[in-house]
């Protein structure tokens, strides 16, 4: 399983590339659902085609219904973050345990990208880009993935603020003068 990040246009692409893993002889089927809440931020929730069929998204959640087949179920979705700012935090519960933690990021600049749960960190070359490449140690159910970008590519904010603040005024000073 890994994490990709690509960025867009004053926003963040996130890519969960997930494999759940069942070691048993035949079919698991979950008590309930497995249920993926993503981030108030996230917008355009999708499943990806080589994601299996038991995975829909819906509210900003991605359902993965069981039974689970022996083997490996491919579970693949990916979302938007806008961000305006040149810092960014990506958090996610994992409702599954996960055995390693392996985050790709797509470097652009200066851009920093930072997690509590990456142990070891490295950039690579790869189509002409640089990736940041990192990895760590599993998780428990129940623990949040959360990786940090710090400058990022963004417009200035402050031409927006004074051409609004340049609105105000004028709009001040007509109704001062009538």
């Known amino acids: 399983s890994r994490f990709v990040f690509e960025l867009g246009d004053g926003s963040l692409s996130v890519f969960n590339l997930l494999q759940l893993v069942n070691t048993a002889r035949t079919p698991v089927n979950p ?7 993503l981030a ?17 998204a819906a509210d900003g959640k991605v359902t993965v219904v069981g039974p689970f087949a022996p083997g ?8 938007t973050v806008p961000y305006s700012t ?3 935090t990506v958090e996610q519960t994992l409702p599954l345990p996960l055995g390693r933690v392996i985050v790709l990021a797509q ?7 930072t997690s509590a749960q990456m142990s070891e960190q490295r950039e690579m070359p790869a189509d002409g880009q640089i990736y940041v490449v990192g990895q760590g140690p599993g998780l428990r159910a129940g ?3 959360a990786v940090a970008f ?29």
């Open 31 to 37: 008590p309930q659902p497995i249920l993926f809440e």
């Open 150 to 178: 710090s400058n990022l590519p963004h417009d200035a904010l402050w031409p927006r603020y004074t051409a609004v603040g340049v609105a105000v005024a004028i709009l001040a000073a007509g109704w001062w003068g009538s």
């Open 72 to 79: 490996i179920t491919n579970v693949q979705f990916a979302y």
């Open 107 to 113: 470097k652009v600049a200066d851009m920093r990208v």
């Open 86 to 88: 040149g810092n960014l």
């Open 40 to 56: 108030e931020e996230a917008t355009g929730v999708t499943i990806l085609k080589d994601s299996s069929p038991q995975a829909t």
């Open 143 to 145: 623990d949040q993935l």
